[in-house]
């Protein structure tokens, strides 16, 4: 064993990570920072926060459950309102919904800059790690609603509903959910999430002629209508896919295919939710006759 080994000593509590955990959502992250300054943990230098769902139990780590208390967030909230403003809540709004790896502690470490240190404009301080790191998930994020906003298919059902499936990488529904809101107001639609199995409701029947009606949430779907969708599109919506599929294959021109562009502007990992995608190369009946 070398000196340095020898000589080297530590106390035990450097050594063992303090990990609060906080229910997975937003107000219970609000509810675990409170908890945190509470107690006075914000200085421990392995201090965590997790979510409850993505823990896995160590043998050396010391984690205590911090349940969601709405009044506890909600002065949290205030108080970053006030540090932050609105586009550096909006940054930590945005990076807790990109569900990441250790995006709780991320966000945590840049809020505790914020509140040591009031006067800077701290989302403009790229030279801090936390700080860097949460800018670009933020980025990657928009990326995805985005796209999100530019590549959900509605497939019209049997029961007048316009229905989308999407599988984004974060969780970006709550962010598109607005965007859709404002521009269909005059349809019923939903858009449901299969990685995170909830969804968004838009009930025509609700709205006013000055107001569009609230969203409403959905939690379960039958798992028939997930594995084949088609199984409830209505007549008319065969029709439109099929038209649409036509046009599709009819515009586009072979000599001027370019497939790593076109990955490039859409990902591939949504072709399975565009009707335009489903067009088989041998689909002759949907060819111009010329």
């Given at each position: 064993m070398s000196t340095l080994a020898l000589k080297a000593s530590y106390p035990v509590g450097q050594l063992t990570p303090s990990i609060v955990l906080y229910e997975p959502s937003f107000e219970g992250w609000l509810s675990a920072v409170f908890y945190v300054y509470e107690h006075k943990m914000q200085h421990e230098p392995t201090l965590q926060l997790s979510a409850q769902d993505d823990y896995v139990p160590s043998l050396i780590a010391q984690a205590v459950n911090v349940d969601t208390d709405e009044d506890n967030a909600e002065r949290v909230l205030v108080r970053l309102n006030k540090l932050l403003g609105r586009s550096g809540m909006r940054n930590i709004l945005w990076g807790f919904l990109s569900e990441k790896k250790d995006i709780g502690t991320t966000l945590f470490h840049v809020v505790k800059?914020?509140?040591?240190?009031?006067?800077?404009?701290?989302?403009?301080?790229?030279?801090?790690?936390?700080?860097?790191?949460?800018?670009?998930?933020?980025?990657?994020?928009?990326?995805?609603?985005?796209?999100?906003?530019?590549?959900?298919?509605?497939?019209?059902?049997?029961?007048?509903?316009?229905?989308?499936?999407?599988?984004?990488?974060?969780?970006?529904?709550?962010?598109?959910?607005?965007?859709?809101?404002?521009?269909?107001?005059?349809?019923?639609?939903?858009?449901?999430?299969?990685?995170?199995?909830?969804?968004?409701?838009?009930?025509?029947?609700?709205?006013?002629?000055?107001?569009?009606?609230?969203?409403?949430?959905?939690?379960?779907?039958?798992?028939?209508?997930i594995r084949n969708p088609a199984s409830i599109h209505s007549d008319d919506e065969q029709r439109y896919q099929k038209f649409w599929q036509g046009y599709f294959t009819n515009v586009n021109i072979k000599e001027r295919k370019n497939a790593r562009l076109h990955k490039q502007y859409l990902p591939q990992r949504y072709w399975k939710y565009l009707s335009e995608k489903q067009v088989l190369p041998s689909a002759e009946h949907l060819q111009k006759r010329r």
């Open positions: 800059y914020a509140i040591d240190y009031p006067n800077r404009q701290i989302m403009q301080d790229l030279g801090r790690l936390e700080v860097l790191e949460l800018v670009q998930t933020v980025k990657s994020v928009a990326r995805e609603r985005h796209r999100m906003e530019a590549f959900v298919r509605f497939e019209h059902t049997t029961d007048d509903i316009y229905f989308a499936r999407v599988a984004p990488d974060f969780n970006v529904l709550p962010l598109i959910g607005e965007h859709f809101r404002q521009r269909y107001q005059d349809q019923h639609w939903a858009i449901y999430d299969l990685n995170r199995g909830y969804g968004i409701y838009y009930d025509k029947s609700h709205s006013t002629p000055s107001r569009p009606a609230e969203l409403q949430t959905i939690t379960h779907l039958d798992d028939a209508v």
